[in-house]
């Protein structure tokens, strides 16, 4: 996942969004790098070996982030959370297995790689964070090198849609292209 650390040190230009989606990218000083697409926003940071992500989405029910594949959910490294009735966050390390279907990576013989850190629902928002390994070695989660583009997707459930299954009420995606990397 050396790809949020060529993130954070390039410049982004969106090429395309789905829906004519609104895409606005931006780093900040404190090192947090963050991209709002259509309501959901994404935010990273590197901290040593680890990437850690927060999202937000306008939804009570599952959030999801895809990275890579296409078209839809085909190939794409995926995560997948929401929060359970309890109070209790869930998280699904996933990979795209067609246009409209995906799988966990251990379904899949890969492995689960993330760690969640927090989650919430409040006000009709759902927000959760969670960090990964930069380089997993796992053959379902995306990696990104120098002078490619990378297919960036967002979805959310319906308010209340507490599953890793359900259909999305809202998907945008956007490719952006990585430029003047500096290594």
């Given at each position: 996942?050396r790809?949020?650390?060529i993130l954070?040190s390039i410049?982004?230009?969106a090429?395309y969004?789905?829906?004519?989606g609104?895409?606005?990218?931006?780093?900040?000083?404190?090192?947090?790098?963050?991209v709002s697409?259509e309501?959901?926003?994404l935010?990273w940071?590197i901290?040593?070996d680890?990437?850690?992500?927060d999202?937000t989405?306008?939804t009570?029910?599952?959030l999801?982030?895809?990275?890579?594949g296409?078209?839809?959910?085909?190939?794409?490294?995926?995560?997948?959370?929401y929060?359970?009735?309890?109070?209790e966050p869930r998280?699904q390390?996933g990979?795209?297995?067609?246009?409209?279907?995906?799988?966990g990576?251990t379904?899949?013989?890969?492995?689960?790689?993330?760690?969640?850190?927090?989650?919430?629902?409040?006000e009709?928002?759902?927000?959760?964070?969670f960090?990964?390994?930069l380089?997993?070695e796992?053959e379902y989660?995306?990696?990104l090198?120098?002078g490619?583009?990378?297919?960036?997707?967002v979805?959310w459930?319906?308010?209340?849609?507490?599953d890793?299954?359900s259909?999305?009420q809202?998907?945008?995606?956007?490719?952006?292209e990585?430029e003047n990397?500096?290594?």
């Open positions: 996942m790809w949020i650390c954070l410049g982004l230009r090429a969004a789905h829906d004519a609104d895409l606005e990218v931006s780093t900040s000083s404190s090192g947090w790098s963050s697409l309501g959901f926003d935010r940071t901290e040593g680890t990437i850690r992500f999202m989405a306008p009570t029910g599952w999801a982030v895809g990275f890579g296409g078209p839809a959910m085909a190939q794409a490294d995926m995560v997948i959370g929060v359970g009735e309890q109070g998280i390390d990979w795209g297995t067609g246009p409209v279907s995906h799988a990576d379904e899949l013989g890969g492995s689960g790689d993330l760690e969640i850190l927090r989650a919430s629902e409040e009709g928002i759902t927000s959760m964070s960090s990964r390994l380089d997993t796992d989660d995306f990696p090198r120098p490619t583009t990378l297919r960036l997707s979805a459930g319906a308010d209340e849609a507490d890793f299954d259909m999305h809202s998907a945008h995606s956007a490719t952006i990585v990397v500096a290594r």
